[in-house]
């Protein structure tokens, strides 16, 4: 059975800074593409940052230069280090993790999600 659980997130102030981890299980992480994604109340999920299995990262224009994105296989987990943050990144995060199966397509995963609030 495939987890993907979050945690890191909490109340910062405006300006401040917050680390985000996702430890998964039940998957072959190194072959595996990582994400953030975020919903704020009232708005769709959007895509923060990915990471693929060989290193490839895209970001939103939102975050970019204020938020990174890493991953550690020996710890099957992936990080999102937010820097900088502002109250429009208020939301609740979720970790994202895809693998593609031959013949099959891509197998998307989620986490439970993890709250992160910023005042203002």
């Known amino acids: 059975q495939v987890q993907l659980v979050e945690s890191g997130g909490g109340l910062v102030q405006a300006g401040g800074s917050l680390r985000l981890s996702c430890a998964a299980s039940?998957?072959?992480?190194?072959?595996?593409?990582m994400g953030w994604y975020r919903q704020a109340p009232g708005k769709q999920r959007e895509l923060v940052a990915t990471l693929s299995s060989g290193g490839t990262i895209n970001y939103a224009d939102s975050v970019k230069g204020r938020f990174a994105i890493s991953r550690d296989n020996a710890k099957n987990t992936v990080y999102l280090q937010m820097n900088s943050l502002k109250p429009e990144d208020t939301a609740v995060y979720y970790c994202n993790g895809r693998i593609f199966r031959s013949g099959k397509g891509w197998d998307t995963y989620w986490g439970q999600g993890t709250q992160v609030t910023v005042s203002s």
């Open positions: 039940g998957i072959t992480f190194s072959i595996a593409a």
